[in-house]
């Protein structure tokens, strides 16, 4: 069955900052979608990560779909009214265009999507991302799909020795869509050069060698060069096909215990590591630190399954435990040095403009 996976995620209004939406806007999105979905949708799952709500959900239409982008955006401005109704912090701060044109790629929701030939049995992992820009995704993605030290498969699967083509998106260049495709393990180092600058080079999509199918799609959307400034941090989510002939579940999440610094925290300008979290958990200690969920599904003709959360286990409390104390560590440096973005990427003006004033105070001397 030819089926597709679509995930449109936004932060339309949070309840005392960055924090959680309301049950009200939770509710009202689920319950558009509801009303909205019979002979549109095969099946749906709404969810929440720290200030984002995101609609899971599967159909027959394509990738790109106009109907289906159409559904989120009207379910996002429903849940937008009822957060400025009720004076909710940011309402509808994702939707930065006054209108829908057939597509909510450039207005503001991150969208990822992939069209499969679904599979007898078709498991995949549903990752949503809080207070972080898409480049948090690069390494434990490509540890898990080019790296046997963390994905064994690599090296005792035989539908998974060819390897894995990797399709890179350049997220600065604005003008179109630039993109590279690099195959592992031939041209790893390649790849690595590429991947290490998350602020430029993310993952669009992951693809198997030895059979054509896709395996990965993420959100690769940069808010900023929509909206021209900062309106809150990109907050990527993913879907990640796993077993046959791709990665185990297991080493799939295997990476994450790294809890790798990336881009975010407070105001999006800072750097902490990415905690693995419950699902629908919230955000705290500094509007942060950077979280990631984890909601794993099994799918039949279109119908999703209940879901698991991968990151409820006491393993990921000792995890989460250990990346604390990296959060705390990197924020007693406070703005100095690596615990903020450089320059090149900060996006709250305040510190820009302040630069751009003294700059003029400078003086050359002998």
Same mark, same amino acid.
């Not at 289906?68 to 930065?96: M, N, P, S």
């Not at 309106?231 to 297991?250: M, S």
């Not at 320059?343 to 403009?353: A, D, K, P, Q």
């Given at each position: 069955?030819? /089926?597709?996976?679509?995930?449109?995620?936004? $932060? =339309?209004?949070?309840?005392?900052?960055? *924090?959680?939406?309301?049950?009200?806007?939770?509710? #009202?999105?689920?319950?558009?979608?509801?009303?909205?979905?019979?002979?549109?949708?095969? $099946?749906?799952?709404?969810?929440?990560?720290?200030?984002?709500?995101? =609609?899971?959900?599967?159909?027959? /239409?394509?990738?790109?779909?106009?109907?289906?982008?159409?559904?989120?955006?009207?379910?996002?401005?429903?849940?937008?009214?009822?957060?400025?109704?009720?004076?909710?912090?940011?309402?509808?701060? $994702? /939707?930065?265009?006054?209108?829908?044109?057939?597509?909510?790629?450039?207005?503001?929701?991150?969208?990822?999507?992939?069209?499969? #030939?679904?599979?007898?049995?078709?498991?995949?992992?549903?990752?949503?991302?809080?207070?972080? %820009?898409?480049?948090?995704?690069?390494?434990?993605?490509?540890?898990?799909?080019?790296?046997?030290?963390?994905?064994?498969?690599?090296?005792?699967?035989?539908?998974?020795?060819?390897?894995?083509?990797?399709?890179?998106? %350049?997220?600065?260049?604005?003008?179109?869509?630039?993109?590279?495709?690099?195959?592992?393990?031939?041209?790893?180092?390649?790849?690595?050069?590429? *991947?290490?600058?998350?602020?430029?080079?993310?993952?669009?999509?992951?693809?198997?060698?030895?059979?054509?199918?896709?395996?990965?799609?993420?959100?690769?959307?940069?808010?900023?060069?929509?909206?021209?400034?900062?309106?809150?941090? %990109?907050?990527?989510?993913?879907?990640?096909?796993?077993?046959?002939?791709?990665?185990?579940?297991?080493?799939?999440?295997?990476?994450?215990?790294?809890?790798?610094?990336?881009?975010?925290?407070?105001?999006?300008?800072?750097?902490?590591?990415?905690?693995?979290?419950?699902?629908?958990?919230?955000?705290?200690?500094?509007?942060?630190?950077?979280?990631?969920?984890?909601?794993?599904?099994?799918?039949?003709?279109?119908?999703?399954?209940?879901?698991?959360?991968?990151? $409820?286990?006491?393993?990921?409390?000792?995890?989460?435990?250990?990346?604390?104390?990296?959060?705390? #560590?990197?924020?007693?440096?406070?703005?100095?040095?690596?615990?903020?973005?450089?320059?090149?990427?900060? #996006?709250?003006?305040?510190?820009?403009?302040?630069?751009?004033?003294?700059?003029?105070?400078?003086?050359?001397?002998?």
């Amino acid at each position: 069955m030819k /089926l597709t996976i679509s995930v449109l995620k936004a $932060d =339309i209004g949070s309840i005392g900052g960055h *924090l959680k939406p309301s049950r009200a806007v939770f509710e #009202e999105v689920k319950n558009f979608v509801a009303a909205r979905s019979k002979g549109l949708l095969i $099946d749906y799952y709404i969810s929440s990560t720290g200030d984002d709500i995101a =609609i899971l959900c599967t159909h027959t /239409l394509g990738t790109g779909n106009a109907k289906i982008h159409q559904l989120a955006w009207e379910a996002f401005q429903a849940g937008t009214a009822v957060a400025k109704k009720t004076g909710l912090y940011g309402a509808g701060q $994702d /939707l930065l265009k006054d209108a829908f044109s057939g597509n909510v790629r450039g207005l503001g929701p991150a969208v990822a999507e992939m069209e499969i #030939e679904e599979r007898e049995n078709e498991p995949f992992i549903f990752f949503a991302a809080d207070k972080t %820009d898409p480049g948090a995704y690069n390494l434990p993605f490509y540890l898990a799909f080019a790296d046997p030290m963390y994905c064994s498969g690599l090296i005792l699967s035989p539908k998974m020795s060819q390897g894995f083509k990797f399709r890179i998106i %350049d997220v600065s260049y604005t003008e179109k869509t630039r993109v590279i495709e690099l195959v592992a393990p031939e041209e790893l180092y390649d790849i690595a050069v590429l *991947l290490r600058d998350t602020e430029k080079y993310v993952i669009e999509s992951i693809w198997s060698r030895s059979t054509g199918n896709q395996a990965v799609a993420i959100s690769t959307q940069r808010l900023h060069n929509i909206a021209g400034k900062y309106t809150g941090k %990109d907050d990527p989510v993913a879907v990640v096909r796993v077993q046959g002939e791709f990665p185990a579940t297991g080493e799939i999440l295997a990476p994450f215990n790294i809890g790798h610094y990336v881009a975010g925290f407070m105001r999006g300008s800072h750097i902490g590591p990415l905690m693995p979290c419950r699902l629908n958990t919230t955000v705290s200690y500094f509007d942060g630190p950077p979280v990631v969920t984890g909601a794993a599904f099994s799918v039949k003709e279109g119908r999703l399954s209940e879901p698991v959360d991968v990151f $409820d286990h006491p393993y990921w409390d000792f995890v989460r435990s250990q990346i604390a104390q990296k959060a705390s #560590e990197i924020r007693r440096q406070g703005f100095c040095g690596a615990s903020m973005l450089p320059f090149s990427e900060l #996006e709250y003006g305040g510190v820009v403009e302040k630069l751009k004033q003294l700059d003029q105070k400078f003086v050359l001397v002998d």
